[in-house]
């Protein structure tokens, strides 16, 4: 795992182009508010898997691996929100493993372009923030 973290890192910090500080700051400043409302974009999801298809058929896709992709995801935001919020290492490793998780949910649904464009954009903004982040 720290390898591939430290890919990621010299990828997408060292090589990629970096925000704005104030792109950065404003990221780190409003990342748990933003979580929350990356979890509350999820409740159609979560209908689903309460059973209630009919009325988010048109919204979710499911399937037995993307509900428990799905909810694997959920705790980890859920988990990650006391560290955003206090701008702790551990809010940050929590939504890093989000989005690994949504990453490996998108190869399993074959959703290349997904996972390509997704998971490089979230983890992107994710690591050039990084820094922000203390234990």
């Known amino acids: 795992m720290d390898k591939l973290n430290q890919m990621l890192e010299d990828l997408l910090v060292k090589k990629a182009p970096a925000l704005p500080n104030n792109v ?8 748990y508010i933003l979580n929350i409302i990356g979890i509350i974009m999820m ?3 979560i209908f689903a898997l309460l ?3 009919a009325i988010v058929h048109v919204f979710v896709k499911t399937s ?16 990650a ?3 955003l ?6 809010g940050w490793n ?12 998108s190869l399993t649904n074959y959703d290349i372009g997904g996972f390509i464009v997704g998971t490089l954009i979230s983890l992107y903004f994710i690591f050039q923030v990084k820094s922000y982040y203390k234990k």
């Open 94 to 105: 929590m939504l890093y493993y989000a989005a690994l998780v949504q990453a490996v949910y």
């Open 85 to 90: 919020k206090n701008r702790k290492i551990d």
């Open 24 to 31: 950065k700051e404003f990221l780190v400043q409003y990342a």
């Open 81 to 83: 929100l006391p560290g």
């Open 51 to 53: 059973g209630l298809n």
């Open 64 to 79: 037995i691996i993307g509900i428990v992709f799905l909810i694997i995801e959920i705790l980890l935001r859920i988990k």
């Open 43 to 45: 409740i159609p999801a």
